[in-house]
Protein backbone atom coordinates (compact mmCIF):
# COMPACT_ATOMS: atom_id res chain seq x y z
CA UNK A 1 0.00 0.00 0.00
CA UNK A 2 1.41 3.33 -0.64
CA UNK A 3 1.81 6.29 1.72
CA UNK A 4 1.00 10.07 1.85
CA UNK A 5 3.83 11.92 2.79
CA UNK A 6 3.96 15.58 3.51
CA UNK A 7 7.13 17.14 3.62
CA UNK A 8 7.63 20.75 4.52
CA UNK A 9 9.98 23.44 5.46
CA UNK A 10 8.52 25.05 8.91
CA UNK A 11 10.15 27.78 11.27
CA UNK A 12 10.54 27.12 14.94
CA UNK A 13 7.33 29.32 15.15
CA UNK A 14 5.22 27.25 13.23
CA UNK A 15 5.51 29.02 9.64
CA UNK A 16 5.23 27.10 6.40
CA UNK A 17 4.39 30.52 4.45
CA UNK A 18 6.72 31.64 2.09
CA UNK A 19 9.68 29.49 3.22
CA UNK A 20 11.50 30.97 -0.32
CA UNK A 21 12.04 34.25 2.35
CA UNK A 22 13.47 32.67 5.17
CA UNK A 23 14.58 28.96 4.26
CA UNK A 24 17.32 29.49 1.77
CA UNK A 25 20.63 30.07 4.41
CA UNK A 26 19.89 26.69 5.87
CA UNK A 27 19.81 25.06 2.42
CA UNK A 28 22.80 23.30 1.67
CA UNK A 29 23.69 20.22 -0.01
CA UNK A 30 22.72 17.64 2.97
CA UNK A 31 19.08 19.49 2.62
CA UNK A 32 19.30 19.30 -1.04
CA UNK A 33 20.12 15.50 -0.93
CA UNK A 34 17.17 14.84 2.19
CA UNK A 35 14.43 16.94 -0.36
CA UNK A 36 15.86 14.71 -3.59
CA UNK A 37 15.15 11.40 -1.41
CA UNK A 38 11.68 12.57 -0.87
CA UNK A 39 10.91 13.53 -4.39
CA UNK A 40 12.59 9.91 -5.34
CA UNK A 41 10.13 8.39 -2.98
CA UNK A 42 7.26 9.81 -5.07
CA UNK A 43 5.94 8.86 -8.31
CA UNK A 44 2.58 11.18 -7.82
CA UNK A 45 1.98 14.31 -5.94
CA UNK A 46 -0.95 15.36 -3.93
CA UNK A 47 -1.88 19.48 -3.55
CA UNK A 48 -4.13 21.64 -2.52
CA UNK A 49 -6.04 24.27 -4.84
CA UNK A 50 -3.24 27.39 -3.64
CA UNK A 51 -0.74 25.31 -4.07
CA UNK A 52 -1.55 23.67 -7.18
CA UNK A 53 -2.25 27.45 -8.33
CA UNK A 54 1.42 28.50 -7.83
CA UNK A 55 2.97 25.71 -8.81
CA UNK A 56 0.67 25.46 -12.41
CA UNK A 57 1.80 29.35 -13.06
CA UNK A 58 5.24 28.89 -12.33
CA UNK A 59 6.49 25.15 -13.40
CA UNK A 60 5.11 25.32 -17.03
CA UNK A 61 7.73 27.83 -17.94
CA UNK A 62 10.50 28.64 -15.16
CA UNK A 63 13.25 29.90 -14.94
CA UNK A 64 16.36 28.35 -16.84
CA UNK A 65 18.29 27.31 -13.95
CA UNK A 66 14.91 25.45 -12.74
CA UNK A 67 14.62 22.98 -15.68
CA UNK A 68 15.75 20.44 -14.61
CA UNK A 69 13.33 20.45 -11.53
CA UNK A 70 10.35 21.33 -13.74
CA UNK A 71 10.99 18.31 -15.84
CA UNK A 72 10.05 16.28 -12.69
CA UNK A 73 7.24 18.94 -11.80
CA UNK A 74 6.07 18.77 -15.12
CA UNK A 75 6.18 14.79 -15.37
CA UNK A 76 4.84 13.71 -12.21
CA UNK A 77 1.22 13.09 -11.76
CA UNK A 78 -0.82 15.65 -9.93
CA UNK A 79 -4.16 15.34 -8.03
CA UNK A 80 -5.98 18.37 -6.83
CA UNK A 81 -7.85 18.54 -3.77
CA UNK A 82 -10.35 21.11 -4.16
CA UNK A 83 -14.02 21.96 -3.68
CA UNK A 84 -13.83 25.24 -6.19
CA UNK A 85 -11.66 24.05 -9.43
CA UNK A 86 -13.58 22.13 -12.43
CA UNK A 87 -10.50 21.80 -14.39
CA UNK A 88 -7.11 21.69 -14.03
CA UNK A 89 -5.03 22.44 -17.07
CA UNK A 90 -1.75 22.01 -15.79
CA UNK A 91 -0.13 18.35 -17.73
CA UNK A 92 -0.65 15.21 -15.72
CA UNK A 93 -3.06 17.17 -13.26
CA UNK A 94 -6.44 15.67 -11.80
CA UNK A 95 -9.07 17.15 -9.72
CA UNK A 96 -9.93 15.50 -6.49
CA UNK A 97 -13.39 16.64 -4.87
CA UNK A 98 -16.55 15.20 -3.49
CA UNK A 99 -15.86 12.40 -1.36
CA UNK A 100 -11.86 12.84 -1.17
CA UNK A 101 -11.43 10.55 1.65
CA UNK A 102 -13.15 7.32 -0.18
CA UNK A 103 -10.41 8.74 -3.42
CA UNK A 104 -7.93 8.92 -1.55
CA UNK A 105 -7.67 5.63 -0.13
CA UNK A 106 -8.22 4.19 -3.41
CA UNK A 107 -5.28 6.11 -4.81
CA UNK A 108 -2.83 4.53 -2.14
CA UNK A 109 -4.51 0.79 -2.79
CA UNK A 110 -3.43 1.59 -5.96
CA UNK A 111 0.20 0.22 -7.03
CA UNK A 112 3.33 2.76 -6.98
CA UNK A 113 5.83 5.22 -4.47
CA UNK A 114 4.98 7.18 -1.80
CA UNK A 115 2.09 10.39 -2.95
CA UNK A 116 4.41 13.75 -1.93
CA UNK A 117 2.91 16.58 -0.35
CA UNK A 118 4.69 19.92 -0.79
CA UNK A 119 3.45 23.16 0.89
CA UNK A 120 -0.65 22.66 0.80
CA UNK A 121 -0.67 23.36 4.86
CA UNK A 122 -4.70 23.59 4.95
CA UNK A 123 -4.40 20.06 3.14
CA UNK A 124 -2.17 18.82 5.53
CA UNK A 125 -3.96 19.30 8.49
CA UNK A 126 -6.98 17.65 7.19
CA UNK A 127 -5.43 14.66 6.32
CA UNK A 128 -3.83 14.74 9.73
CA UNK A 129 -7.10 15.20 11.22
CA UNK A 130 -9.07 12.45 9.38
CA UNK A 131 -5.75 9.74 9.73
CA UNK A 132 -5.29 9.62 6.08
CA UNK A 133 -1.78 11.21 6.40
CA UNK A 134 0.85 8.66 6.81
CA UNK A 135 4.05 10.67 7.51
CA UNK A 136 4.57 13.98 8.04
CA UNK A 137 8.14 14.51 7.95
CA UNK A 138 9.22 18.31 8.54
CA UNK A 139 12.47 19.99 8.22
CA UNK A 140 12.50 22.31 11.31
CA UNK A 141 14.38 25.33 10.62
CA UNK A 142 16.43 27.64 13.89
CA UNK A 143 14.50 30.77 12.85
CA UNK A 144 11.06 32.61 14.13
CA UNK A 145 9.41 33.89 10.90
CA UNK A 146 7.27 36.14 13.26
CA UNK A 147 4.40 35.67 11.00
CA UNK A 148 2.77 33.63 8.02
CA UNK A 149 0.67 30.63 7.83
CA UNK A 150 1.53 27.99 10.36
CA UNK A 151 1.17 24.55 9.71
CA UNK A 152 -1.68 23.91 12.98
CA UNK A 153 -4.47 26.26 13.69
CA UNK A 154 -4.10 27.58 17.37
CA UNK A 155 -6.33 25.00 19.96
CA UNK A 156 -5.81 22.18 17.18
CA UNK A 157 -4.79 18.62 18.95
CA UNK A 158 -3.15 16.26 17.12
CA UNK A 159 -1.36 13.41 18.64
CA UNK A 160 1.92 12.37 16.71
CA UNK A 161 4.40 10.08 17.21
CA UNK A 162 8.21 10.81 16.45
CA UNK A 163 9.63 8.18 14.08
CA UNK A 164 13.19 9.45 13.27
CA UNK A 165 15.03 12.62 13.36
CA UNK A 166 18.71 13.90 12.85
CA UNK A 167 20.03 17.44 13.04
CA UNK A 168 21.99 18.80 9.81
CA UNK A 169 24.87 20.68 9.80
CA UNK A 170 23.23 24.11 9.67
CA UNK A 171 20.98 23.24 12.41
CA UNK A 172 18.31 22.55 11.20
CA UNK A 173 16.38 19.46 12.69
CA UNK A 174 14.91 16.90 10.29
CA UNK A 175 11.62 14.68 12.11
CA UNK A 176 9.52 12.43 10.82
CA UNK A 177 6.01 11.92 12.43
CA UNK A 178 3.27 9.47 11.70
CA UNK A 179 0.03 8.98 13.91
CA UNK A 180 0.42 8.50 17.12
Known amino acids: MRKIVAGLFISLDGVVESPEKWHFPYFNDEMGQIVGEQMQAADAMLLGRRTYEGFAAYWPNPE???ADMAEHMNGTPKYVVTSTLETASWENSTIISGDVAAQ????KNQPGKDIGITGSA?????LLRD???DEL???IHPIVVGGGIKLFADGEQIPL???DSRTLETGVIYATYGRA
Open 131 to 133: GLL
Open 137 to 139: RLL
Open 104 to 107: LKEL
Open 122 to 126: TLVRS
Open 64 to 66: PEA
Open 161 to 163: RLL
